[in-house]
Protein backbone atom coordinates (compact mmCIF):
# COMPACT_ATOMS: atom_id res chain seq x y z
CA UNK A 1 0.00 0.00 0.00
CA UNK A 2 1.36 3.38 -0.96
CA UNK A 3 0.67 6.04 1.67
CA UNK A 4 1.44 9.93 1.85
CA UNK A 5 0.34 12.44 4.17
CA UNK A 6 -1.98 14.78 3.87
CA UNK A 7 -1.53 18.50 5.25
CA UNK A 8 -4.97 19.54 5.79
CA UNK A 9 -6.25 22.34 8.34
CA UNK A 10 -9.07 20.64 10.63
CA UNK A 11 -11.40 23.15 9.95
CA UNK A 12 -11.08 22.82 6.28
CA UNK A 13 -12.27 19.20 6.52
CA UNK A 14 -15.82 19.36 6.68
CA UNK A 15 -15.94 21.79 4.01
CA UNK A 16 -14.04 20.16 1.52
CA UNK A 17 -15.99 16.86 1.99
CA UNK A 18 -19.15 18.93 0.56
CA UNK A 19 -17.41 18.38 -2.92
CA UNK A 20 -18.35 15.68 -4.94
CA UNK A 21 -16.05 13.67 -7.58
CA UNK A 22 -18.46 14.34 -10.60
CA UNK A 23 -17.50 11.51 -12.37
CA UNK A 24 -18.63 9.71 -8.96
CA UNK A 25 -21.07 12.13 -6.61
CA UNK A 26 -21.70 9.75 -4.16
CA UNK A 27 -17.65 9.96 -3.10
CA UNK A 28 -16.22 13.33 -1.75
CA UNK A 29 -13.11 14.19 -3.08
CA UNK A 30 -11.83 13.43 0.58
CA UNK A 31 -13.13 10.11 0.15
CA UNK A 32 -11.06 10.03 -2.71
CA UNK A 33 -7.56 11.21 -1.46
CA UNK A 34 -7.67 13.34 -3.79
CA UNK A 35 -7.06 16.60 -1.54
CA UNK A 36 -3.07 16.57 -0.63
CA UNK A 37 -2.68 20.08 1.04
CA UNK A 38 -5.10 22.58 2.01
CA UNK A 39 -3.82 25.08 4.48
CA UNK A 40 -4.92 28.63 5.41
CA UNK A 41 -2.00 31.13 4.73
CA UNK A 42 -2.64 34.82 5.30
CA UNK A 43 -6.34 34.53 5.38
CA UNK A 44 -6.29 32.63 1.86
CA UNK A 45 -6.48 28.88 1.74
CA UNK A 46 -3.88 26.98 -0.44
CA UNK A 47 -5.17 23.88 -1.74
CA UNK A 48 -3.00 21.13 -3.91
CA UNK A 49 -4.83 18.21 -5.88
CA UNK A 50 -3.34 15.42 -7.45
CA UNK A 51 -5.66 13.96 -10.23
CA UNK A 52 -6.85 10.31 -10.19
CA UNK A 53 -5.02 10.15 -13.74
CA UNK A 54 -2.73 12.58 -15.81
CA UNK A 55 -4.82 14.42 -17.98
CA UNK A 56 -7.96 13.55 -16.04
CA UNK A 57 -10.94 15.99 -17.30
CA UNK A 58 -13.16 16.25 -13.74
CA UNK A 59 -10.03 18.62 -12.43
CA UNK A 60 -10.88 21.87 -13.82
CA UNK A 61 -14.45 21.21 -12.03
CA UNK A 62 -13.49 19.99 -8.95
CA UNK A 63 -11.08 22.52 -8.46
CA UNK A 64 -14.19 25.36 -9.45
CA UNK A 65 -16.24 23.17 -7.00
CA UNK A 66 -13.67 23.68 -4.28
CA UNK A 67 -13.18 27.35 -4.64
CA UNK A 68 -17.33 27.60 -4.30
CA UNK A 69 -16.84 25.56 -1.28
CA UNK A 70 -14.61 27.68 0.45
CA UNK A 71 -16.08 30.43 -0.97
CA UNK A 72 -19.24 29.69 0.46
CA UNK A 73 -18.00 29.79 3.66
CA UNK A 74 -16.10 32.50 3.88
CA UNK A 75 -12.65 32.06 2.31
CA UNK A 76 -10.31 32.97 -0.67
CA UNK A 77 -8.43 29.82 -2.29
CA UNK A 78 -5.65 29.19 -4.48
CA UNK A 79 -5.94 25.85 -6.18
CA UNK A 80 -2.55 23.96 -7.23
CA UNK A 81 -2.43 21.00 -9.32
CA UNK A 82 0.35 18.86 -8.43
CA UNK A 83 1.45 15.58 -10.35
CA UNK A 84 3.93 13.87 -7.82
CA UNK A 85 3.36 11.39 -5.83
CA UNK A 86 1.17 10.46 -8.54
CA UNK A 87 -2.28 9.31 -6.93
CA UNK A 88 -3.05 5.59 -5.60
CA UNK A 89 -6.32 4.08 -5.17
CA UNK A 90 -5.00 3.59 -2.06
CA UNK A 91 -5.92 6.65 -1.10
CA UNK A 92 -9.58 6.14 -1.56
CA UNK A 93 -10.73 5.85 2.10
CA UNK A 94 -12.35 2.91 3.64
CA UNK A 95 -15.67 5.26 3.37
CA UNK A 96 -14.92 6.56 -0.05
CA UNK A 97 -14.34 2.31 -0.90
CA UNK A 98 -17.87 1.11 0.89
CA UNK A 99 -19.88 3.69 -0.82
CA UNK A 100 -18.25 2.76 -3.97
CA UNK A 101 -19.91 -0.36 -3.39
CA UNK A 102 -23.00 0.93 -2.54
CA UNK A 103 -23.25 2.70 -5.36
CA UNK A 104 -22.47 -0.16 -7.69
CA UNK A 105 -19.21 -0.37 -8.15
CA UNK A 106 -16.47 -2.92 -7.14
CA UNK A 107 -14.07 -1.50 -5.18
CA UNK A 108 -10.38 -1.69 -6.43
CA UNK A 109 -8.20 -4.82 -5.32
CA UNK A 110 -5.07 -4.96 -4.42
CA UNK A 111 -2.27 -4.81 -7.35
CA UNK A 112 -1.70 -8.47 -7.66
CA UNK A 113 -4.91 -9.62 -7.50
CA UNK A 114 -6.01 -6.41 -10.03
CA UNK A 115 -3.83 -8.16 -12.39
CA UNK A 116 -5.24 -11.58 -11.96
CA UNK A 117 -8.88 -10.06 -12.55
CA UNK A 118 -7.99 -8.26 -15.90
CA UNK A 119 -5.28 -10.42 -17.65
CA UNK A 120 -5.97 -13.76 -16.16
CA UNK A 121 -9.60 -13.60 -15.76
CA UNK A 122 -9.30 -14.61 -11.99
CA UNK A 123 -13.18 -14.60 -10.41
CA UNK A 124 -12.35 -12.65 -7.12
CA UNK A 125 -14.17 -9.18 -7.95
CA UNK A 126 -17.29 -8.92 -5.65
CA UNK A 127 -20.30 -8.33 -7.60
CA UNK A 128 -21.69 -5.11 -5.63
CA UNK A 129 -25.79 -5.92 -6.21
CA UNK A 130 -25.41 -9.44 -4.44
CA UNK A 131 -22.13 -10.01 -3.29
CA UNK A 132 -21.21 -13.20 -5.58
CA UNK A 133 -17.57 -13.42 -6.89
CA UNK A 134 -18.71 -15.72 -9.44
CA UNK A 135 -18.23 -12.49 -12.06
CA UNK A 136 -16.32 -12.06 -15.53
CA UNK A 137 -14.80 -9.67 -17.26
CA UNK A 138 -16.51 -7.62 -20.21
CA UNK A 139 -14.42 -5.31 -21.29
CA UNK A 140 -11.28 -3.60 -19.81
CA UNK A 141 -12.98 -0.28 -20.14
CA UNK A 142 -16.38 0.48 -18.19
CA UNK A 143 -18.01 3.90 -18.42
CA UNK A 144 -14.30 5.85 -17.60
CA UNK A 145 -11.16 4.93 -18.69
CA UNK A 146 -10.16 3.60 -15.09
CA UNK A 147 -12.73 1.57 -14.39
CA UNK A 148 -13.35 -2.07 -16.44
CA UNK A 149 -16.79 -3.97 -17.31
CA UNK A 150 -17.93 -6.92 -15.52
CA UNK A 151 -21.14 -9.05 -15.46
CA UNK A 152 -22.16 -10.76 -12.58
CA UNK A 153 -23.06 -14.83 -13.35
CA UNK A 154 -25.33 -14.93 -10.65
CA UNK A 155 -27.40 -12.25 -10.70
CA UNK A 156 -26.81 -11.56 -14.32
CA UNK A 157 -25.98 -7.60 -13.47
CA UNK A 158 -23.52 -5.36 -15.22
CA UNK A 159 -21.50 -3.35 -13.04
CA UNK A 160 -18.16 -1.16 -13.14
CA UNK A 161 -14.54 -2.34 -11.28
CA UNK A 162 -13.06 0.34 -10.30
CA UNK A 163 -9.49 -0.49 -11.48
CA UNK A 164 -6.28 -0.65 -8.90
CA UNK A 165 -4.38 2.49 -9.79
CA UNK A 166 -0.50 2.69 -8.48
Known amino acids: ?11 LIPILEQ ?15 VVRSAIIINDIVKVEI ?5 GCPAMDVIGDDIKKELKD ?3 ESEIDLILHPA ?3 DWITPRGRKALE ?4 AAPLEAEADKDVLLNGKRIVKCPQCGSTNTRLVSQFGSTACKAQFQCEDC ?10 K
Open 19 to 33: VSDPEIPVLSIMDMG
Open 156 to 165: QEPFDYFKCL
Open 102 to 105: NYGI
Open 87 to 89: WTT
Open 73 to 75: AGY
Open 50 to 54: TPTYS
Open 1 to 11: MITTEQNIDDI
